[in-house]
């Protein structure tokens, strides 16, 4: 039991869920340099959530990700976070220097789905969203 869940200071616990958003206008905007800083993006801020991104997938048009959020965090303000402070850090890496407030790269919506036992399936699914090519694993 031990090595499937992890411990807050009264709770053990597995909450995975599988997450898929898009830019806004469902455009092909990440590619390039935001393409290449995401991944590490994504991971940064999760983890000052006391998250874990267990697998993600970046695609042109929009992202896959397993992510482990503690039971302690909603899962709509996760991920309003990681979308926000990844809309700020996509400014920068284009070049806005000031004003980040009103910055809109993400579409308002994304869906979620609870991962339960079938972690390696979603995982597998997550992997092959781009089965040519590799690059865009994060």
């Known amino acids: 039991m031990s090595e499937l869940y992890q411990s807050l200071s009264h709770s053990k616990w597995d909450c995975k869920y599988h997450v898929v958003f898009v830019p806004k206008g ?12 995401l991944g590490p993006i994504f991971h940064a801020l999760a983890r000052q959530k006391e998250c874990q ?6 695609m ?4 896959h990700m397993c992510i ?11 991920i309003g976070f990681l979308k926000g ?13 000031r004003n980040f407030t009103g910055e809109h790269f993400w579409a308002r ?27 865009g694993l994060f």
Not at 26 to 37: E, L
Not at 60 to 63: G, K, L
């Open 26 to 37: 469902r455009r092909k905007a990440i590619f390039g340099q935001v393409h290449r800083q």
């Open 53 to 58: 991104i267990i697998e993600g997938h970046l």
């Open 60 to 63: 042109t048009d929009h992202v």
């Open 68 to 78: 482990a959020i503690p039971p302690k965090h909603p899962v709509a303000s996760v």
């Open 85 to 97: 402070k990844s809309a700020i850090a996509v400014a920068r890496l284009c070049g806005k220097e």
């Open 109 to 135: 919506g994304y869906a979620v789905s609870t991962v339960g036992f079938e972690l390696e399936q979603i995982q597998k699914y997550i992997r092959e969203q781009e089965s040519a090519d590799g690059k």
